[in-house]
């Protein structure tokens, strides 16, 4: 429970991320007032506790300093959890630089009390990899303000949906036989995610912890070779045959583990590269100011795959990013956003309420598919991740529920109104803009409209001609789908499925 009941508004950067995402309900619960900077707020405000009384949640930017400065002001502390290690971004150190200089100043600008930071092991500075590097050097910008800041630097962490458990779950589960780098023999001392937000919280209550560094992992030093074999154990798999070649780059890692992991290139090919260097923990005097039972490999490995099975993943290293609106994929909107927005749309009546319904539409994609003709979707996928895009490898967080900003394969939930509307916007690569939305209409006697609309806003000539090749597998693709929904309500359809035009679209069809 905090100590600080006169000043206890804490702010957190990157809430909406896999960290963040974890640490915001559990301030919450320890009696804390969040604030939670978001450029996407609908992101946090469509979590479970996205309403709560003591959340506060802000639209602003750590690049944005004047939205910094403000959502600074009236706090005690602040949670600086802000990577820009993400797809799209080619020079994240820079951009990193930037918002931990925003960050310093707004913190002594609004007279924080601390900043915590939480960061990446490695002692020799000088061969780091760059990711490292610069998780280094965003602790010492934060460091040039004048508020205190704790660090905690971690190696691997250990938990449903990090980015480095997925690379290690997907590689130990698709390949019995595996061709890795060396770095696989390299000392490391990853954590348990539970261990990482213990550690957070409790720098709030220990003033020890003040303007210190503190290296934090499991007791024991291992390597990514006996992670492998400890997965594969956990895991009910068979032993791994796991051989070491010299010649394998990290460049080369990293496109091994984009076509067979959900984790782009894009990001594997840095974590690939600090794989690398050793990480082991050096200042770990913090086990003794906040003492805490710590996950060995094996523990931290089975919790995650506990919460994996049950389908009760918090986050995951997808949730990061922006959410980019989609005005054109409304009907209605008129063509200035570059051009009128190609459309398919259909629809059917089901005997069934929206209610009965929904479940249905909310579990596409994943396990379930796309009801129809997943083979297709599969091949599609498959080109998309051969072109470097994020293909359907990355599947779901959660079999059940969905919020915004979810990942569903090589979609993004950009809105969703339980029992009203889903819609999806794509991620795959594209000359264009896409969007697939699904909406529910009750009508009288019992009986609700199904409407399905796949949007599509063209980029160029090659936009043009990639809608115009696959408009022949449009009957088949979507015409299937929204059956196989209705076919997975077990309700009675009452007419349909048939191709409509969306009264008041603009769009062509």
Not at 387 to 412: K, N
Request: some cysteine.
């Amino acid at each position: 429970m905090n100590s600080h009941p006169e000043n206890n508004l804490i702010l957190v950067t990157g809430g909406s991320g896999y960290i963040g995402g974890r640490l915001i309900p559990r301030l919450l619960d320890a009696g804390y007032r969040v604030r939670a900077l978001a450029r996407t707020p609908k992101k946090l405000a469509g979590r479970p506790w996205g309403n709560h009384a003591n959340l506060e949640i802000i639209k602003g930017d750590v690049l944005d300093p004047d939205s910094l400065t403000a959502a600074a002001a009236h706090c005690r502390a602040a949670y600086y959890l802000v990577h820009s290690m993400l797809p799209g971004v080619h020079d994240f150190a820079n951009t990193d630089r930037i918002a931990a200089e925003n960050m310093a100043h707004a913190a002594s600008h609004a007279g924080l009390e601390q900043i915590i930071y939480l960061s990446g092991l490695g002692e020799d500075h000088a061969n780091l990899s760059h990711h490292l590097q610069s998780r280094t050097e965003v602790g010492d910008y934060l460091r040039q303000g004048k508020v205190p800041v704790t660090i905690l630097r971690a190696a691997m962490i250990i938990g449903s949906g990090s980015a480095s458990f997925e690379i290690l779950r997907y590689l130990v589960d698709r390949l019995p036989v595996m061709v890795t780098p060396r770095w696989v023999s390299t000392p490391c001392q990853p954590i348990g995610v539970r261990n990482v937000l213990y550690y957070l919280i409790g720098c709030l209550e220990q003033p020890q912890t003040l303007g210190r560094t503190f290296d934090i992992g499991q007791p024991q030093v291992t390597n990514y070779r006996e992670l492998m074999e400890t997965y594969a154990e956990e895991a009910g798999l068979r032993k791994r045959l796991i051989i070491p070649i010299p010649l394998l780059t990290p460049r080369l890692s990293s496109y091994w583990i984009h076509l067979v992991t959900p984790v782009p290139a894009t990001i594997a090919r840095p974590l690939a590269e600090g794989l690398s260097n050793p990480v082991v923990c050096t200042e770990n005097s913090i086990t003794e100011l906040l003492p805490q039972e710590l996950f060995d490999a094996r523990k931290a490995i089975r919790l995650a795959l506990d919460r994996i099975r049950q389908q009760q993943v918090e986050t995951t290293w997808s949730d990061s990013g922006n959410l980019h609106p989609a005005e054109w994929s409304s009907a209605g909107d008129p063509s200035w956003s570059g051009g009128s927005a190609f459309e398919d749309s259909r629809e059917l009546v089901l005997d069934a309420s929206a209610e009965e319904i929904w479940p249905a539409v909310t579990s596409i994609g994943g396990d379930v598919g796309y009801y129809y003709a997943n083979w297709l979707w599969q091949l599609r996928g498959l080109i998309d991740r051969l072109g470097g895009g994020v293909g359907l490898q990355r599947g779901r967080r959660s079999a059940a529920a969905l919020y915004p900003g979810d990942v569903i394969d090589f979609w993004r939930v950009l809105a969703i109104k339980p029992q009203q509307q889903l819609l999806l916007i794509a991620e795959m690569k594209l000359p264009g803009k896409g969007t697939l939305s699904f909406r529910l209409i009750e009508q009288d006697q019992g009986t609700t409209t199904l409407q399905q609309t796949a949007r599509f806003l063209p980029r160029g000539l090659l936009g043009l001609l990639y809608w115009y090749l696959i408009t022949p597998f449009h009957f088949f693709v979507f015409n299937g789908m929204i059956r196989g929904i209705a076919a997975a309500t077990q309700k009675p359809i009452k007419s349909g499925p048939r191709k409509i035009k969306v009264p008041g679209s603009a769009e062509r069809t």
